[in-house]
């Protein structure tokens, strides 16, 4: 396949990504498959790019004629690579909090209870590729359950994340629900009169 004659070049997206050891990539037209120590990634490619291996790394580069969306597929797809073979590698995590009195999650296999002050608990099933864990931290005394979400796929643990988080978003008054940790949340005063109790 023709390379870069008529197309933008990503000053980012051009540079090689390094394949570390016990890493196996297959590369195809339309994806390219990377499995690592810890799991294994299909990472579908954007349209005008094509990927070569060169070496131990992986390069990136636009077809012929791509254009100016060349360079925004090349950078689009380094990036995508860069997060298969760093999944496969170390992994992505993200952690969530419950704020709140009587919050409570349990996990149970890829099922997911969670009690945040609804009059039921709610149910959810993480997606495959998405594992977790529950642990009791406290701070300055007081104790709550922290959420772990683990998995090779960056995406799709920020999509599960954000779920799980859209359950119980967390209040702008008292800061109760369900937030990332570190979240700063911007809390508002409560409502009050003004003298007189008129408005």
Request: no cysteine.
């Amino acid at each position: 396949m023709g390379v870069t004659k008529g197309a933008s070049i990503s000053r980012i997206g051009r540079q090689p990504i390094p394949i570390p050891p016990g890493v196996k990539v297959q590369i195809g037209e339309k994806e390219v498959f990377v499995q690592g120590p810890i799991g294994s990634i299909r990472s579908s490619l954007p349209p005008l790019v094509f990927v070569a291996q060169e070496g131990q790394s992986l390069v990136v580069k636009p077809v012929e004629q791509a254009g100016k969306d060349g360079a925004r597929y090349q950078g689009l797809a380094r990036a995508l690579l860069k997060n298969a073979i760093e999944g496969v590698t170390t992994g992505f995590q993200k952690q969530l909090d419950l704020v709140g009195t009587g919050y409570r999650a349990e996990v149970k296999g890829k099922q997911l209870t969670l009690s945040v002050g609804y009059s039921h608990p709610i149910l959810y099933t993480l997606p495959d590729g998405v594992d977790a864990k529950v642990e009791i931290i406290d701070i300055g005394g007081t104790k709550r359950p922290r959420l772990h979400l683990r998995s090779v796929d960056k995406e799709l643990l920020g999509q599960t994340a954000y779920r799980i988080r859209s359950f119980r978003p967390p209040e702008p008054y008292k800061g109760k629900g369900i937030r990332f940790v570190d979240e700063k949340i911007r809390e508002k005063a409560g409502k009050a009169r003004k003298a007189g109790g008129k408005k």
